[in-house]
């Protein structure tokens, strides 16, 4: 063993030792890989001139246009989740399905495969789906290990639901480092992968995900031989169905279809995200009629403007008419969207929504920037091309490299957050994979749904830690970890669908995008 495999050995010893040993990940990753490069310089097996390619790198990291969605996205999620309006949509849901403990457990996972599009932000989800969920399905006979397995799964969806962050960041990662593999195996003119070919690609794999889920509950959910009888199911008008789904699914619509039609980046759908969700969160507490029609007057305006450019007047210019429509409709948008700003501040709403986007944000450019010194130094020992070499060299070539970058995701989901993987995992293997012929959409969407997995894998599924922290002290720990094995197995199961069969992550975004 070379001293640059020695020190590269005690770097990622050294990582996971100070992840475990419970300070910040943030500056374990960082703090670990400097330490390590400042030692192996002594030993002149590292050049500390490496380190100045750092502040481009996090000025390369600050200037991304494509990470902008990530605050963006965040706020739009913790905005609806502080309306409360998942409450009004899961309690019309459960009465729509009847009240019996298949019906309600049914409720619980298509409101969560709903709300998972418009949030994306794990722990809210879980603690929501807890707050909201977890004593109705109680009350119908579930048994407190299928009730938490199910908050927990749930919960997770968006992750793997477009738009979802985890494919922000994963479309950052994979778009360059797919483009820098290519270019080093000679192909200078690779097809870019953008976020939204991920969004494609990860839409149909997530369906699938949710019908394993719900298959399993028509199965299997049962309610105790001491349950209640399940109430009367209540009559549910159209006007009360419409008027607690269209809202939130239109702006779904609006974001996903935004992006998927070629109408706007992920950044401007997420900034689109965000002002809708803003609105909804004002309609919500709003105090008079006129308060409401303003902004639903703002709502449609947006509509109009995206119609407008749907039909090519924002790029041409043609129509005067349409160009004045189109500074009125502007006009009232930011009226309408300062006023729900007004509103939400003196309701105590805004600011702590703020402060949230503001806190997780952070974490996920902490472990950004930190990741970026933790690669720097790998390559700085050379580790990028040992492990080109590596898994170059095992039977079954690229095919092999593919199955043991998945087993190691799915084994490091035991210890490391999602993010941390994504930042860690891509730059340093993905090489090996991404400079092949193998597809970077179906490649990204593997990724994807098994770092969802990492959600729900004890010690450290963040997702249990959720769940613990807001469910009753009457539900052990042994009956969360219980619960969620059915849902690892069924998202195992959902992997290797996908993985046998290519064309569910590619067949969409072909049809899509060409």
């Not at 979802?164 to 870019?192: C, H, M, R, W």
């Not at 308060?291 to 407008?308: N, Y």
């Not at 997995?453 to 997702?463: E, H, N, R, V, Y």
Request: net charge positive.
């Amino acid at each position: 063993m070379t001293a640059q495999e020695t020190f590269l050995l005690l770097m990622v010893f050294g990582l996971f030792a100070g992840i475990l040993s419970g300070i910040p990940a943030m500056l374990a990753i960082s703090g670990v890989p400097l330490v390590t490069a400042v030692i192996g310089h002594f030993f002149g097996v590292f050049d500390l001139g490496f380190l100045s390619f750092f502040p481009a790198r996090i000025w390369g990291i600050m200037t991304n246009n494509l990470l902008m969605a990530v605050p963006l996205f965040v706020l739009m999620g913790v905005l609806l989740e502080r309306a409360r309006l998942a409450e009004d949509m899961l309690g019309v849901l459960a009465r729509m399905m009847g009240g019996s403990a298949r019906g309600m457990g049914l409720s619980v996972l298509f409101f969560s495969a709903m709300i998972a599009a418009a949030t994306g932000i794990i722990g809210a989800t879980v603690v929501m789906l807890v707050l909201v969920g977890l004593k109705p399905m109680l009350d119908v006979g579930i048994s407190k290990r299928q009730a938490s397995g199910l908050i927990c799964a749930s919960g997770t969806l968006g992750q793997i639901i477009p738009p979802s962050i985890l494919l922000v960041l994963l479309g950052d990662q994979i778009g360059n480092t797919y483009l820098e593999a290519q270019q080093k195996a000679g192909n200078f003119a690779p097809l870019p992968v953008s976020v939204g070919d991920l969004f494609a690609g990860a839409l149909m794999p997530g369906l699938v995900l949710v019908g394993l889920y719900a298959i399993y509950l028509a199965v299997s959910l049962r309610p105790a031989k001491d349950a209640p009888p399940p109430p009367a199911a209540d009559r549910v008008s159209r006007a009360e169905i419409a008027y607690t789904f269209l809202p939130p699914m239109l702006l779904i619509l609006a974001v996903l279809g935004s992006i998927l039609g070629g109408i706007a980046t992920a950044t401007e759908a997420a900034g689109l995200g965000a002002v809708g969700a803003l609105l909804l969160a004002a309609f919500k507490s709003a105090a008079s009629r006129a308060e409401r029609r303003l902004i639903v007057a703002t709502g449609l305006a947006a509509f109009a403007l995206v119609a407008l450019q749907v039909a090519g007047f924002g790029r041409s210019g043609a129509g005067s008419l349409a160009g004045l429509f189109a500074i009125a409709a502007g006009v009232l948008i930011a009226v309408g969207t300062v006023a729900s700003a007004v509103r939400l501040w003196r309701r105590q709403t805004l600011l702590p929504s703020l402060m949230d986007t503001i806190r997780i944000s952070g974490m996920v450019f902490g472990i950004v920037v930190a990741a970026s010194l933790l690669s720097l130094v790998f390559r700085g020992f050379g580790g990028d091309r040992m492990v080109t070499e590596l898994l170059a060299h095992l039977p079954g070539g690229h095919v092999s490299a593919l199955v043991i970058i998945m087993l190691l995701v799915f084994f490091l989901g035991f210890i490391l957050e999602a993010v941390e993987i994504i930042y860690v995992v891509v730059p340093l293997l993905g090489p090996a994979v991404l400079g092949t012929d193998i597809s970077p959409v179906w490649f990204a969407v593997l990724m994807a749904m098994n770092l969802q997995t990492s959600f729900l894998t004890p010690p450290f599924g963040f997702a249990l830690f959720y769940f613990r922290s807001a469910a009753p002290r009457n539900i052990t720990t042994i009956d969360i970890y219980r619960g969620v094995v059915p849902f690892i197995v069924l998202q195992l199961l959902a992997l290797a669908i996908l993985a046998a069969y290519p064309p569910l992550a590619t067949w969409l975004p072909h049809v899509i995008f060409g």
